[in-house]
Nanobody, 120 residues
């Protein structure tokens, strides 16, 4: 079954670090962009970071300088390195990707979400 599988969430103290992973599986032709969103309790889902398969990145202002997105294109995997975590980073983090199965057929996928809690 084609899917995105996330891992790496957890509980961390303010100032700490976590690394999230997102692996895509299936008969994949290409994944131009992979990204991370997050949703905190009572708030809308918001963009955290995206990265193209050519290395272009985009970050939310609130995470610039603290978070780094990266990709392993050969293994269809994306990572989110989160440093200097703050309590307001607490949220469920979702991986997303538009996966192409041929040059003209694609589907948008979301991962199941992984909880990140920043608290002392």
């Amino acid at each position: 079954q084609d899917q995105l599988v996330e891992s790496g969430g957890g509980l961390v103290q303010p100032g700490g670090s976590l690394r999230l992973s997102c692996a895509a599986s299936g008969s994949i032709f290409n994944i131009p962009t992979m990204g991370w969103y997050r949703q905190a309790p009572g708030k809308q889902r918001e963009l955290v970071a995206t990265m193209t398969n050519t290395g272009n990145t985009n970050y939310a202002e609130s995470v610039k300088g603290r978070f780094t997105i990266s990709r392993d294109n050969a293994n269809n995997t994306a990572y989110l390195q989160m440093n200097i975590l703050r309590p307001d980073d607490t949220a469920v983090y979702y991986c997303t990707a538009r996966i192409y199965y041929s040059k003209s057929y694609w589907l948008d996928h979301w991962g199941q979400g992984t909880q990140v809690t920043v608290s002392s």
